[in-house]
């Protein structure tokens, strides 16, 4: 078993930034990657961006590319999110997720299906 445990979120004025992160423990030698998904009040869970957890081999969802970056802490063993020019469409809560099964498609690894563990959630709320 892994736990994700996700910190950063916040209430932002749109063109601001927030960093989230996500400190996996426990059966981390098992993971082969690591995403955010996001979900906003009454739609589906959709994905954000993802991270091979060796490696780095990264991908994005349209709608953030350009202004999100993962990124990985070796040392403190932590994910990052780092979300810049936010908008009022990227309010939602933030979920990180991590996945044990390898796939060589980095674009599989935006199905939520993909995934083994995930954290809590974090809320992220962009001001207009």
């Known amino acids: 078993q892994a736990q994700l445990v996700e910190s950063g979120g916040g209430l932002v004025q749109a063109g601001g930034s927030l960093r989230l992160s996500c400190a996996p423990s426990?059966?981390?030698?098992?993971?082969?990657?690591m995403s955010w998904f996001r979900q906003a009040p009454g739609k589906a869970r959709e994905f954000v961006a993802a991270?091979?957890?060796?490696?780095?081999?990264?991908y994005y969802a349209d709608s953030v590319k350009g202004r999100f970056t993962i990124s990985r802490d070796n040392a403190k063993n932590t994910v990052y999110l780092q979300m810049n020019s936010l908008k009022p469409e990227d309010t939602a809560v933030y979920y990180c997720?991590?996945?044990?099964?390898?796939?060589?498609?980095?674009?599989?690894?935006?199905?939520?299906?993909?995934?083994?563990?995930w954290g809590q959630g974090t809320q992220v709320t962009v001001s207009s």
């Open positions: 997720a991590a996945a044990t099964g390898y796939s060589s498609s980095l674009y599989s690894y935006t199905l939520k299906e993909k995934y083994d563990y």
């Open positions: 991270l091979r957890w060796r490696g780095s081999n990264s």
């Open positions: 426990g059966r981390t030698f098992s993971i082969s990657a």
